[in-house]
């Protein structure tokens, strides 16, 4: 549903990369090498770089998540290594290739890219967030703590989403995944920053619905992508580095 919200990206101008793979099926947010091995039959084949200390991995979601967000496991029994690779291989190589063709194209082309990796979050998750002056933020900007694009990129978001009358918070607690970690690299003029959106405000989480607040949030969104590129232009001569 977030690929709606963001539908008038390419009206706008811009580049707009789907999905078409469940999350629980094969997390493209994620490096290729976190695998659990516990969830497979045997030891990991020799030739497969596993990341054995990935944070992520401990906690069930590698690349193929072991549960949902809410803790739920997702399948009733060991997966064999060859589902592994057949998921990497279908799912996420075509993916990744996508967008680094993608990024390398536009940057020869223009010189500097802003990649917005477009996520939404679970209502539970922005529910247990401690509340800053007393409320939770309904947006998130995540740019790696201000490693993976120019601040500026992130200030002149944080402006039209408040401004908009959403309440905006940056890096917490979602600082950035590994789609921003991974192609972010202002010194070479990519620039990439995540956008984490509470669904409350637009879905019915028990029956993937949308509700009222879809079509003014997809306005807003709208209006966003459509005024960015002018609001970037005259930064285009210079977007200074991330925080070092």
Known sequence: MVDRLFAAAPAAGCWLLESHVPRAWVDLNRDRRELDAGMF????PEDLDLLADSARVAAGLGVIPRIVSEGVEINPGPLTWEQARRRIRQGYEPYHAALAGLIARLRRRFGQVVLIDCHSMPV????????????????????????????????VLEEMFTRSGLRVSRNRVYSGGYITR???ACGMGVHAIQIEINRELY??????????????????IGDIIGALPARLSPLWGGLPAAAE
Request: net charge negative.
């Open 41 to 44: 039959e045997g030891p990991p």
């Open 203 to 220: 879905m019915d989480e028990k029956n993937l619905a949308p509700h009222d607040g879809f079509a003014p949030l997809r306005r807003v």
């Open 182 to 184: 991974h192609y972010g």
């Open 124 to 155: 539970s998750a922005a529910r247990a967030m401690t509340p800053l002056a007393g409320r939770r933020p309904q947006v998130i900007l995540g740019d790696c703590e201000g490693e993976s694009c120019s601040p500026l990129l992130t200030g």
